[in-house]
T-cell receptor, first 110, second 115 residues
Framework: DAKTTQPPSMDCAEGRAANLPCNHS???????VYWYRQIHSQGPQYIIH???NNETNEMASLIITEDRKSSTLILPHATLRDTAVYYC???????????FGAGTILRVKS | GAVVSQHPSWVICKSGTSVKIECRSL??????MFWYRQFPKQSLMLMAT?????????EQGVEKDKFLINHASLTLSTLTVTSAHPEDSSFYIC???????????FGDGTRLSIL
């Protein structure tokens, strides 16, 4: 599965949009982009995933560039409870493994 | 949303004992379940993948005789840490997936401390 690169940490003001970038320049045509987050001492929480179209759900939006080499997870109105480690993972369609990298520590501050 | 329940949430036991951790999918049938381990300040590391009714597939470096996995039904998988030692102390997390292109959903983890 393709490797992803994320910034180690980011800060965001409460109530503002949090934009978390992810580079996956070696992504293949059949690989999906998944986003999970892990709040301290809990299991990861699924956020969103996509293949090439932008996606939105009740938690976030996922913007994937046209060449699919990068994506951005957008939390439209960050709250203090969104403070967590955010993981961007690419996985081949039908594949099993989710390979977790170091992720981005997002700190939402009041 | 999909719910995965993991039990116990924490356990402390003496060196040499065996510990069983349960992972249940509460509102969907999990054809595949996964077991991860996470050490402090590190990311999750996949230990093994199990499909219902068949033997688990272990990642390189994970001892299958040490970490016994049973996935006897579509809603339950168990991980048994046999003859646990202090170096086995870690945060163990399971996940479950229904259809093959559906996302994995994770349990809340089990914090294992071996004295």
């Amino acid at each position: 599965d393709a490797k992803t690169t994320q910034p180690p940490s980011m800060d965001c003001a409460e109530g503002r949009a949090a934009n978390l970038p992810c580079n996956h320049s070696t992504i293949s045509g059949n690989e999906y982009v998944y986003w999970y987050r892990q709040i301290h001492s809990q299991g990861p929480q699924y956020i969103i995933h996509g293949l090439k179209n932008n996606e939105t759900n009740e938690m976030a939006s996922l913007i994937i560039t046209e060449d699919r080499k990068s994506s951005t997870l957008i939390l439209p109105h960050a709250t203090l409870r969104d403070t967590a480690v955010y993981y961007c993972i690419v996985r081949v369609a039908g594949g099993n493994k989710l390979v977790f990298g170091a992720g981005t520590i997002l700190r939402v501050k009041s | 949303g999909a719910v995965v329940s993991q039990h116990p949430s924490w356990v402390i036991c003496k060196s040499g004992t065996s510990v069983k951790i349960e992972c249940r999918s509460l509102d969907f049938q999990a054809t595949t379940m996964f077991w991860y381990r996470q050490f402090p300040k590190q990311s999750l590391m996949l230990m093994a993948t199990s499909n219902e009714g068949s033997k688990a597939t272990y990642e390189q470096g994970v001892e299958k005789d040490k970490f016994l996995i049973n996935h006897a039904s579509l809603t339950l998988s168990t991980l048994t840490v046999t003859s646990a030692h202090p170096e086995d102390s870690s945060f163990y997390i399971c996940s479950a997936r229904g259809e093959i292109n559906q996302p994995q959903h994770f349990g809340d983890g089990t914090r294992l401390s071996i004295l």
